[in-house]
């Protein structure tokens, strides 16, 4: 089952910030989050693991609720090269310790001047 | 360097021909998978393998096979294609949680934009 992200698309001027979120209706053990740039593939940006800490990446960071199955995409001070469509994934623990990941639908994001 | 391939980067077919699309990876990775990519749906699992000779269906696997016979290939066949497979695929791979940190990290090749007439 997909997670659900939201908002589904956000415009911002260079500088703002954003939030973007994604739930899951199963426990979680880890939360990926990747970005894709048009016509090209989704790249990754940050894995959270269950028990984790919160992680970073220069101003993306991220959280993970484990209790909610939740976890947040932090923007701040949006800069153009953030735009493209961001895609959280969600794997669910697997005895033996293999993964698959389903993502969810993607957060349209657009950074104006 | 390690990298994902998939071949042809773009192909039309007609409806009800046999299409096979290739995925190759030197990264190697144990698990390999196999998204379609459509507006409005995200990127969906079609099927992934997580070993040689171990295939298993994603959520949208109807109309698609896959077989894995060496740890660096994974190829994707439409057995009949039809119009609703028109999409963009991404192959992807990734390492076993007990691999180089990071674990799990799903690495994309380039995709290939299938048309089906």
């Known amino acids: 089952q997909q997670p659900v992200q939201s908002p589904q698309a956000v415009i911002l001027r260079e500088g703002e910030d954003a939030v973007i979120n994604c739930s899951s209706s199963k426990a979680l053990y880890s939360v990926h989050w990747y970005r894709q740039k048009h016509g090209e593939a989704p790249v990754f940006l940050m894995i959270?693991?269950?028990?984790?800490e919160q992680k970073g990446h220069e101003k993306i960071s991220a959280s993970f609720n484990e209790k909610k199955q939740q976890s947040s995409l932090y923007l701040t001070a949006s800069q153009l090269s953030y735009s493209g469509t961001y895609f959280c994934g969600t794997e669910i623990g697997v005895a033996g310790g293999y993964q698959k990941v389903t993502f969810g639908i993607g957060t349209k994001l657009q950074v104006i001047p | 360097d390690a990298e994902i391939t998939q071949s042809p980067r773009h192909k039309i077919t007609e409806t009800g021909r046999q299409v096979t699309l290739a995925c190759h990876q030197t990264?190697?990775?144990?698990?390999m998978f196999w998204y379609r990519q459509d507006l409005g749906h995200g990127l969906r699992l079609i099927h992934y393998s997580y070993g040689v000779q171990d295939t298993n269906k994603g959520e949208v696997s109807d109309g698609y096979s896959v077989s894995r016979s060496n740890t660096e290939d994974l190829p994707l066949t439409l057995e009949s294609a039809a119009s609703s497979q028109t999409s963009v695929y991404f192959c992807?791979?990734?390492?076993?949680?007990?691999?180089?940190?990071?674990?799990?990290?799903?690495?994309f090749g380039p995709g290939t934009r299938l048309t089906v007439l």
């Open positions: 959270l693991l269950k028990g984790g």
């Open positions: 990264w190697n990775h144990n698990n």
């Open positions: 992807a791979s990734s390492n076993d949680p007990k691999g180089l940190a990071p674990p799990g990290v799903v690495i």
